[in-house]
């Protein structure tokens, strides 16, 4: 292709027929929902009709939006047809609203470039220190936690010895034969405290109760002695049984 027939259209920044639409409509020095959709069109046409050197009639997209252009012109000076769907002024508002985002839109990528940029506006720590995080502990306690928890940690730590007391204590083998030698002297019913050792005192005589108790049991499950008791924890008497 010559360097002739390359379309090369620099026209203030425009990218488009409609960036072009948009210049003219702020032409008009009112806000886009208000523009004069007839002013736009004539302003846009006259472009067109003067911009002929650049061969803008190469440029489909522009030649496209001339003639919807003048469409719509024609729409809005002749009488409505009501068969026609949209009617012209349903699309002019959709003009004012393309033109209207469009506006919206290249302002907001005007915000977007015109903030600070990094390394050109601003400029980052060549090495950025980590956060150092400090803990400390605030403790609230009284005298008596102080001493339960120092005693659980002695407890722990304390070496644990378990002594056994001696005690004097009646076996149930001594028992089993000091009333077996006993209850055979005696016909009569006796109380099994008469088979009691004569010191027997304090804890002695109550384990000697316990045992010999256990041995009257032992006896009479052997048929050698009966056992008499005239309510719950009444005396309990002994005797040997009639042959």
Do not use: C
């Not at 950025?128 to 005298?143: D, F, M, N, S, Y």
């Amino acid at each position: 292709m010559s360097d002739d027939d390359t379309l090369t259209v620099e026209v203030e920044g425009w990218e488009g027929p409609l960036d072009l639409l948009l210049a003219l409509a702020r032409n008009q020095k009112v806000d886009l929902r208000e523009i004069s959709i007839l002013a736009l069109v004539d302003q846009y046409l006259r472009f067109i009709e003067e911009a002929r050197e650049l061969k803008l009639e190469i440029a489909a997209d522009y030649l496209v939006m001339a003639a919807w252009l003048a469409f719509l012109k024609s729409g809005l000076l002749l009488p409505r047809d009501p068969e026609v769907e949209p009617s012209p002024e349903e699309l002019a508002l959709r003009l004012q609203l393309r033109l209207e985002r469009l506006n919206a839109m290249r302002e907001a990528g005007a915000r977007l470039i015109a903030r600070d940029r990094i390394d050109r506006d601003v400029f980052r720590r060549g090495a950025p220190e980590g956060l150092r995080t400090v803990r400390k502990a605030l403790w609230q306690a009284e005298i008596y936690d102080l001493i339960a928890a120092y005693g659980r940690i002695n407890a722990r730590t304390r070496p644990v010895m378990h002594i056994v007391a001696d005690r004097p204590v009646m076996t149930l083998e001594a028992a089993l034969e000091r009333v077996s030698r006993l209850v055979g002297a005696s016909v009569e019913w006796t109380a099994i405290e008469s088979f009691l050792p004569e010191a027997a005192s304090g804890i002695f005589r109550k384990s000697a109760l316990a045992s010999s108790f256990l041995a009257a049991l032992e006896l009479a499950r052997q048929g050698r002695v009966e056992l008499q008791q005239k309510s719950p924890f009444a005396p309990l008497y002994l005797k040997v049984p009639a042959s």
